[in-house]
């Protein structure tokens, strides 16, 4: 229809009507471009979301698997207490907060819980000494998201390198893991 209405102009040697045609084209042409980047743009942004709501998910299963291995780690403890003091050796007496200068989170055990251990397990103290629980990070949202591409996808450079960092010391858990196991 445009094309017969220029053509129609051009015959008549309308040129301004001509020029007028070809404005609303060349208009028409960069309004649809303004419109598809306006729709990626809020694509971007959805995923963006999408993609923060999944890594704070992997946070919690983070969570929940640091703290079942610190209530592990206490356990174990217990057990080797109990077994130096069934052995007439001092149980251990030790600051975590000490050792772990390099961890910005501190944690810390209470000595006086971990002391109190099940007479009724005696018989099992040397497993539950040599039996660990190795937390494992969970990284695969951060694996999908730079695999894809999608870490320049978040707008804060400083988030980025939040969990730029949070991933190097999750793997740092897993390379302790491997060694460990």
């Given at each position: 229809m445009i094309l017969s209405r220029i053509t129609e102009h051009f015959k008549e040697q309308n040129w301004f009507a001509v020029g007028l045609d070809f404005l609303i084209v060349v208009i028409g042409i960069l309004l649809a471009f303004q419109i598809t980047e306006w729709a990626g743009a809020r694509s971007d942004r959805a995923r963006e979301e999408q993609t923060i709501g999944d890594l704070l998910a992997d946070l919690d299963i983070d969570r929940g698997e640091y703290a079942t291995a610190i209530t592990a780690d206490e356990y174990r403890i217990g057990a080797a207490n109990a077994s130096l003091v069934e052995a007439g050796l001092a149980p251990i007496e030790f600051?975590?907060?000490q050792?772990?200068?390099?961890?910005?989170?501190?944690?810390s055990f209470d000595m006086s819980e971990i002391a109190s251990f099940p007479a009724a397990r005696f018989d099992r103290l040397w497993t539950d000494v040599v039996i660990g629980f190795h937390p494992?990070?969970?990284?695969?949202?951060?694996?999908?998201?730079?695999?894809?591409?999608?870490?320049k996808l978040i707008r804060d450079r400083s988030i980025v390198r939040e969990i730029q960092a949070y991933h190097n010391s999750a793997q740092a858990v897993l390379d302790q893991n491997d060694k460990l196991l």
């Open positions: 600051d975590l907060q050792l772990s200068t390099n961890i910005e989170t501190r944690y494992t990070p969970s990284t695969s949202t951060y694996d999908t998201m730079v695999g894809a591409g999608d870490i």
